[in-house]
C-alpha cells in the first residue's frame, strides 16, 4: 500500500503510511487547491509495528523513534524546528519474515 493521504484541508493533513520501506511525507503532499504550506507540525502519531522500530525524522534528525504499538498526542509546535524539511519515517529492521509498520500522522499546515 505505501502512502495514503486520509484527510487535506487548508490547515491539516493526515497521511497513513503501510509499508516496510522508508517513506516521505513532503510539502507538495499538502498542497490544497494550489497551494502548498511552507511547513508542518505533527499534531498525533499513531503507529503499529509488528517487529523492529522506525524513525520519524527531518533533515537526517531523528525526531521519534517508535515500536511496539500506540499513539501521541501532541500539543503547540512540538516539533517545530525544520518544519519545512521533509519528513521521513525510516524503518529499522526486525528479525520477523514480515517486516510491515502502519503509521498514521497527523500534521498542522504552517503557512
Same mark, same amino acid.
Given at each position: 500500500?505505501?502512502?495514503?493521504?486520509?484527510?487535506?484541508?487548508?490547515?491539516?493533513?493526515?497521511?497513513?503510511?503501510?509499508?516496510?520501506?522508508?517513506?516521505?511525507?513532503?510539502?507538495?503532499?499538502?498542497?490544497?487547491? #494550489?497551494? &502548498?504550506?511552507?511547513?508542518? %507540525?505533527?499534531?498525533? !502519531?499513531?503507529? +503499529?509495528?509488528?517487529? =523492529?522500530?522506525?524513525?520519524? @525524522?527531518?533533515?537526517?534528525?531523528?525526531?521519534?523513534?517508535?515500536?511496539?504499538?500506540?499513539?501521541?498526542?501532541?500539543? #503547540?509546535? &512540538?516539533?517545530?524546528?525544520? %518544519?519545512?524539511?521533509? !519528513?521521513?519515517? +525510516?524503518?529499522?529492521? =526486525?528479525?520477523?519474515?514480515? @517486516?510491515?509498520?502502519?503509521?498514521?500522522?497527523?500534521?498542522?499546515?504552517?503557512?
Amino acid at each position: 500500500m505505501a502512502k495514503q493521504i486520509l484527510k487535506n484541508t487548508a490547515n491539516e493533513l493526515a497521511v497513513k503510511i503501510v509499508s516496510e520501506v522508508t517513506e516521505s511525507i513532503t510539502l507538495a503532499d499538502g498542497d490544497y487547491s #494550489g497551494v &502548498a504550506p511552507s511547513g508542518y %507540525s505533527i499534531l498525533s !502519531i499513531r503507529w +503499529t509495528i509488528g517487529d =523492529g522500530q522506525i524513525s520519524i @525524522e527531518r533533515g537526517s534528525e531523528s525526531l521519534y523513534e517508535l515500536s511496539g504499538n500506540g499513539h501521541w498526542n501532541l500539543t #503547540g509546535l &512540538a516539533d517545530y524546528k525544520n %518544519s519545512a524539511d521533509t !519528513i521521513d519515517i +525510516t524503518y529499522l529492521g =526486525g528479525e520477523s519474515a514480515v @517486516e510491515v509498520y502502519t503509521l498514521i500522522i497527523h500534521l498542522s499546515k504552517i503557512s
